[in-house]
């Protein structure tokens, strides 16, 4: 299973595997009206369930659309001190009226 923003299959494995695949999914689809995008790092052991979505807390990078050709590729690369300039966020999620929304924290 393939996601975009999600480095490593791995991740998708387990218990937490789908839960996390639908909340990097959601967190891309609301950056992308933003023109942004998530690549996960890691999950919190924090989740809600939302109008029965099982949204994940996670931490990652939020990257504009028009570096994310070249943030992919360090990314990708492992190259984690050139990646340091982008900003890491957590993820959290607020329901709003049964629609599970993203809130990003890169303080």
């Known amino acids: 299973m ?9 991740d998708l494995k387990g218990p937490w595997g789908p839960y996390v695949s639908d909340s990097v999914g959601l967190a891309n689809e609301y950056l992308a009206e933003k023109g942004k995008r998530f690549y996960f790092s890691e999950v ?4 809600k369930v939302i109008d029965g979505v099982h949204c994940c807390d996670m931490f ?12 992919e590729q ?3 690369s492992g190259d984690c ?26 303080s």
């Open 2 to 10: 393939t996601v975009f923003g999600v480095k490593f299959e791995g």
């Open 44 to 47: 919190d052991v924090s989740q």
């Open 60 to 71: 990652g990078w939020v990257v504009p659309g028009e570096d994310a050709d070249r943030f």
């Open 74 to 76: 360090l990314w990708l």
């Open 81 to 106: 001190d050139d990646i340091e300039g982008f900003d890491y966020a957590s993820v959290e999620w607020k329901d709003e009226n049964g629609v599970p929304v993203p809130i990003f924290d890169m």
